[in-house]
C-alpha cells in the first residue's frame, strides 16, 4: 500500500518521503489524504497548516504537515525545529533544549523522623540549598519529549500534578537542610498543564512565523533563492527563536 502511495509522487515530494521517513509515514497510513497534501503548493500546505491549529488535530498529524512545509521552504532552521519538536530532544544537550520548554517545579519529599513517623509530601524550598547543581535539578526541568508524546501524557494524566523522580544520591544533600530526619522518597512536581503548555508555545511560534511570511514574502517565488532564504531566517530567528 506504501509503495502504491508513494508511486503516484512527484519526484521531489518522492525523494523528500524516501529521506527516512518511512516510520512516520506508517503511523499515519490511517489518513492516505495527509500524504497526498505533499502534492500541494506552498500556499495551500501553509493553509491547512494553520488550519489544523484551530481544529485541535492530533499532533502527529500536524507536525507531519509541519514538515511537509518545511520541504517547500527550503530553511535548515525550520526544518532542524521542526525535525526535533517532532522527534523530541532526546539525545540534546541540555542547553539545545529551548527554553520555553524549561518547567518550574517544586521539590516534595516523604520525611522519616524519629519518633514521630514519616512525613510524606513535604514542600522544601528549593532556595534553601546551596549547591548550584542540585538546586537547579529540583527547581526545573527542560521536558525533552516530541510534541506527540507530551501530548500523550497530557490526555492520560488525570491529577493536579506530574511526578519526576529524585535520585537517591541527592538525598544527603537535602537532608543537610533539614532540621530533623532523612528523606526516604522525593520527587518534583511540575503542573499537569505544562505538557500542553508547550504544545500551545510551539503552535503559536509557527502561526507567528507562517503568518508573517505570508505577509513579507511572496510564495509564489522560488525559495531557494538566497534571498529569500536570509529573510526566511531573519524571521525564524525573530518569531520562532526568539528567546
Known sequence: ML????????????????????SEIDKLLYDVNLLEKLNMNKRELIRDLINSFAHSEPMSKVMMMA???????????????????????????????????????ILRADIFIPFRGIMTNFTIPADIIKEEHVRKFVSSVKLPQSLTELEQIHNQNGG??????????????????????????????????????????VKAKMLDFLSYMNRELDLDADFRDEKIQEQLTDLFNKYIWNE
Open 160 to 201: 493536579d500534578e506530574i511526578k519526576l523522580g529524585v535520585p537517591g544520591s541527592v538525598f544527603p544533600v537535602i537532608d543537610k537542610y533539614l532540621e530533623t530526619g532523612n528523606v526516604q522518597r522525593a520527587y518534583r512536581s511540575l503542573s499537569a498543564t505544562a505538557p500542553s503548555a508547550i504544545i500551545n508555545t
Open 67 to 105: 514538515q511537509a512545509v518545511s520541504f517547500e521552504l527550503y530553511n535548515n532552521n525550520f526544518s532542524d525545529w521542526v525535525r526535533k519538536e517532532q522527534r523530541g530532544y532526546h539525545n540534546s544537550k541540555d542547553e539545545d533544549i529551548p527554553q520555553y520548554r524549561d518547567i518550574p517545579c
Open 3 to 22: 509503495s502504491d502511495v508513494i508511486g503516484h509522487l512527484p519526484k521531489k515530494k518522492c525523494d523528500f518521503v524516501c529521506q527516512g521517513y518511512w
